[in-house]
């Protein structure tokens, strides 16, 4: 059994657990040994200095030291029944009460110490407590060693009393058998208590320092390990060798280059380079294309992609909607067609003909090209020679999507795009695995969009304003407030807008609607029409929040513009500005909460991506943009991307030296380490590349 070690030792056969608890513990995700010491207390409640309970305020979470006077037993209904105890305290008494759990009666008698923890009540001239938790004391001192007790996450049915025993259980009888995994080289220069110390210190520390310190090694160890899986994947890459070469003469790239109306600006000029150079390598390419809204990525993927076909191979470009991957479609094809090659769309939409017809071409190497959504990484879609992978809008997607369809070609060269910056510890995680490539300015002529932040009131005025930019031949889009999950308000609040406008304010501009229940021929239509200048103004959903590219639209007004996030409206604001004429953004909302005000203003305050990330950040705090999960990595249970930034970058470091010694994780002194990784991710196995 010590063989096996805790990680696989289930948890029913530690002492006083069995199946039934076992069972709740399974719960909480809960089902080794391992997994049970793992499970950190939330807080601590600190018992050494306690109130007597006349000094606590009714409604407050307290806990109570007494010595038990009296029990009485009640039953005030069917089904109910209360053991309400009276307890002496310093200088007076209080009732404590327990609910349906009558055999609590037998360790009550009389003179006995306890402390109870609950919520306190003050009811009929009584001072009362609803035990959540308790403890009974030996002598003066609790059972349990008293001091800063655990509190666990937990369900209802699993008491903090009852998971404290257990783990107690577990770690006496465990704690001699773990070793610790992390080479004795970190633990030493990080001053990290040791595993088994750390274990008993993160649950029952003799003190605050002992906590923090515990706490400090778990998250350094989490983020660690996290660091260790991503270089091993980068080492990977790295080491592969890609079957195709790209010849250096670029016949397609530079008639494509000769026929745009604009000259690349320095910054796509460099990440081209930077492209190419990873193109030349014998390894694939993994890399990041970063632009702020409207950098002009699409066209520096469009290159890769055209070496490529230049040299019989094929690429693919994928986007996270439908509505954007037709506008790709429609770009490249318009583009591509003067240079005779062919792009095909995989669409959400197509009949099974259609579909197999795609298929076909496809795997034959017949067609080029093909953009899609995820429909692309579906099972069925195999191509003959695929070279390139371009994903845009790479945020909306996971990291396994990723992975999916890199291994759908033989190791394809890479290129992911974002327009979503997110703080530096972010990136090194999130995209941790891949080069980064930046296009830091706007093509030129571009002038920033004027943002402004006004309440309903102005919607007259701000329609007026329409009606004159659309009579200077201009366009704009009206943007409602909704949420996506209920696509149901989405439509009737589309439908009624536009029904508003088309009979008031905007009676005299041609109106199209755009929402997610359109079936997606009609989207395709809509969007067609405005691209074409036929609808003029576009009341629309979310669903144009990314990529979309109508240069001509000049007005992007935001309705209640107060219900989205400071990415989401930097996103929407980024479909205007988009050519020469002035652009405007208009946030409109009451909301005077101080929230709302600061995202409202911050908006206005700057158009820089960057910018209003770190804003985002320091509005969200760190806990809900850390989300590990959303990109498809394994989730952190201790450590936070942002609050642990340090750690994260010490971590890092040590995962990068370690990988170029030792590879492999042959070593030795690394064959613990090699064992915890592969057990940690082992339900990332596929993307992380660990073996
Ligand atoms: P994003 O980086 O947001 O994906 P796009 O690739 O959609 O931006 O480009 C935004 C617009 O800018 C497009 O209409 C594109 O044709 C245009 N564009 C791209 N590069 C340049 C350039 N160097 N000079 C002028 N316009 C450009
Ligand atoms: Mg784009």
């Known amino acids: 059994m010590t063989q096996e070690g805790y990680e696989h030792y289930p948890v029913q056969y530690v002492k006083t657990v069995g199946p039934r608890r076992a069972a709740l513990l399974q719960r909480l995700g809960i089902k080794t040994v391992r997994d049970l010491l793992y499970h950190f207390p939330r807080e601590y409640q600190d018992r050494t200095v306690l109130k007597p309970s006349h000094a606590c305020a009714a409604g407050e979470q307290v806990t109570l030291r007494g010595r038990v006077v009296a029990v009485q037993e009640l039953t005030p209904r069917p089904g109910l029944r209360i053991t309400k105890v009276r307890l002496a305290e310093q200088g007076g008494y209080f009732f404590a009460l327990w609910f349906n759990q009558p055999y609590i009666k037998k360790q009550l008698s009389a003179g006995t110490g306890v402390l109870v923890t609950g919520k306190l009540e003050r009811r009929f001239g009584e001072i009362q407590l609803a035990v959540s938790d308790y403890e009974l004391l030996e002598g003066d001192e609790p059972a349990g060693g008293g001091g800063m007790v655990p509190v666990y996450p937990s369900t209802e049915q699993l008491s903090q009393r009852l998971l404290r025993s257990m783990i107690r259980m577990a770690l006496d009888e465990w704690a001699g058998q773990i070793a610790d995994f992390l080479p004795p080289s970190i633990v030493k220069k990080y001053s990290l208590p040791e595993l088994p110390v750390a274990l008993a210190h993160i649950h029952f520390p003799p003190g605050e320092r002992e906590a923090v310190r515990a706490r400090k090694r778990f998250i350094f160890e989490e983020l660690f390990l996290l660091q260790l899986a991503l270089a091993l994947r980068r080492r990977r890459i790295s080491r592969q060798i890609k079957p195709h070469r790209y010849r250096t003469n670029l016949e397609l790239v530079d008639k494509y280059l000769a026929g745009l109306p604009f000259t690349l600006t320095s910054g796509q000029q460099q990440a081209w380079r930077e492209i190419m150079a990873d193109m030349d390598a014998p390894s694939p390419m993994n890399r990041l294309l970063q632009g702020d809204v409207g950098s002009g990525k699409t066209v520096v993927s469009t290159l ?377 991710f082992s339900a990332h196995r596929g993307y992380l590349a660990i073996s």
């Open 304 to 680: 890769a992609l055209l070496r490529a076909v230049d040299n019989g191979l094929q690429g693919a470009l994928m986007a996270p909607t439908e509505i954007l991957a037709e506008q790709h479609y429609l770009t490249l094809s318009g583009t591509l067609a003067p240079l005779g090659v062919k792009v095909g769309l995989f669409s959400g939409g197509m009949n099974k003909k259609e579909r197999e017809a795609l298929l076909s071409a496809l795997s034959a190497g017949e067609l080029p090209l093909v953009v899609g959504t995820h429909a692309l990484i579906q099972e069925d879609v195999q191509f003959k020679r695929l070279a390139v992978v371009v994903i845009d809008e790479q945020h909306r997607f996971g990291v396994r999507q990723r992975a999916i369809l890199q291994y759908k070609g033989q190791y394809p060269d890479v290129l992911v795009m974002t327009a979503t910056p997110i703080p530096r510890t972010l990136a090194l995680t999130l995209y941790g695995d891949l080069e980064v490539s930046t296009i830091r300015e706007l093509p030129p002529g571009r002038r920033p969009v004027i943002t402004r932040a006004v309440p309903p009131s102005h919607l007259p005025a701000i329609y007026r304003f329409i009606c004159r930019e659309v009579a200077a031949g201009r366009q704009a889009y009206v943007v409602c407030p909704l949420v996506e999950e209920s696509e149901k308000v989405d439509l009737t609040s589309t439908v009624q807008l536009i029904d508003e406008l088309s009979r008031g304010p905007l009676a005299r501009c041609r109106l199209g609607l755009l929402h997610g229940r359109l079936k997606q021929a009609e989207k395709n239509q809509v969007m067609e029409d405005f691209r074409r200048g036929e609808i003029q103004v576009l009341v629309t959903t979310t669903v144009v929040e990314v990529g979309v590219d109508v240069p001509n639209a000049t007005v992007m007004v935001i309705l209640d513009a107060d219900r989205f996030g400071l990415a989401q409206l930097h996103q929407l604001r980024g479909r205007v500005g988009r050519g020469a004429a002035q652009a405007y953004c208009i946030l409109v909302s009451d909301n005077k909460s101080r929230e709302a005000q600061f995202r409202l203003q911050a908006m206005v305050s700057t158009g820089d991506g960057f910018v209003l990330a770190e804003k985002d950040l320091q509005l969200r705090g760190p806990g809900e943009f850390s989300g590990t999960r959303q990109s498809g990595l394994p989730e952190l249970k201790v450590a936070d991307l942002v609050r642990d930034w340090r750690a994260l970058e010490l971590a890092r470091q040590e995962a990068v030296t370690l990988v170029r010694r030792d590879p492999e994780l042959t070593l030795p002194e690394h064959h613990l380490l090699a064992r915890e990784l592969y057990h940690r």
